[in-house]
């Protein structure tokens, strides 16, 4: 089973789009507790210096755009996957019926507030000094893994807050499926920096990405919302690479926030 959900969570990434892709009049429903992941809006997406990984694979930076945009979401389900129902809905793919999703971004209000970053730090060494792990678990077989920490800069960030003011049509298109939750991943960034010119020629660079997330309960009752990023630190600009060492990561942080919200 692990196996098949590997070979599933590969595929969204090679091929950019969402696992399912539910339609008006065509979904299912969960058992209450469960929570919808929705993909960030398209516009909500912000990559400086994308043209290194554009050209190193020979895509264009939507194309890009879309990798990540299903990727995240993805890894979300992927971590949900054995603790709590869950799923998706993406857009319709060109039917003239207006999808679910499309629906909801069209209601959606974003509100920028400080929130502090959640992120990686050093792992600490028995017998050695350093940063410890920011999730601090007693159970070291329980702590998430990752690739190339390391502690951002910034210890606040502006965090894209979602929220919806037309309860009637959100409660109208979430009573749909069944969920208890909504996991709103609002935006998408990743800085990307070079040392020096001759680490850009050797493509040693650093990488910052930020994942935004609001969950909010069926009624649209604001439960938990903040920034997570991870530091990706690479001389390769290997997309697939890329998303595979740090989207798993960002979705096991944005877990272990929402948990204490989810009754």
Do not use: W
């Amino acid at each position: 089973m692990k196996t098949i959900r590997t070979a599933l969570f590969l595929s969204l990434l090679a091929f950019g789009f969402l696992s399912m892709n539910f339609k008006d009049g065509n979904h299912s429903t969960m058992a209450k507790g469960g929570i919808l992941v929705i993909p960030f809006h398209p516009s909500m997406y912000f990559n400086s210096n994308d043209q290194f990984i554009c050209q190193a694979n020979n895509i264009t930076p939507a194309e890009l755009s879309s990798r990540i945009r299903a990727g995240v979401c993805g890894s979300m389900l992927d971590k949900l996957y054995g603790n709590y129902p869950s799923d998706t809905i993406s857009s319709s793919g060109g039917s003239k019926i207006r999808s679910d999703v499309d629906r909801l971004y069209g209601i959606a209000n974003y509100g920028l507030e400080e929130k502090p970053i959640l992120a990686y730090y050093n792992k600490v060494m028995p017998g050695t000094k350093g940063e410890k792990s920011i999730f601090n678990f007693n159970n070291k077989k329980n702590e998430p893994e990752y690739l190339n920490p390391a502690k951002p800069n910034l210890k606040k960030h502006r965090y894209y807050k979602v929220s919806f003011k037309d309860t009637a049509t959100y409660r109208n298109i979430i009573g749909k499926y069944g969920v208890s939750y909504v996991l709103f991943i609002d935006h998408f960034e990743m800085e990307t920096s070079f040392k020096d010119c001759v680490e850009m020629h050797n493509n040693v660079s650093k990488r910052d990405l930020y994942v935004h997330y609001t969950l909010l309960d069926d009624k649209g009752k604001f439960k938990d919302g903040g920034v997570v990023c991870l530091t990706y630190q690479s001389s390769s600009n290997n997309v697939q690479e890329l998303l595979k060492g740090t989207l798993p990561d960002l979705a096991g942080m944005i877990l272990q926030e929402i948990k204490p919200n989810l009754k």
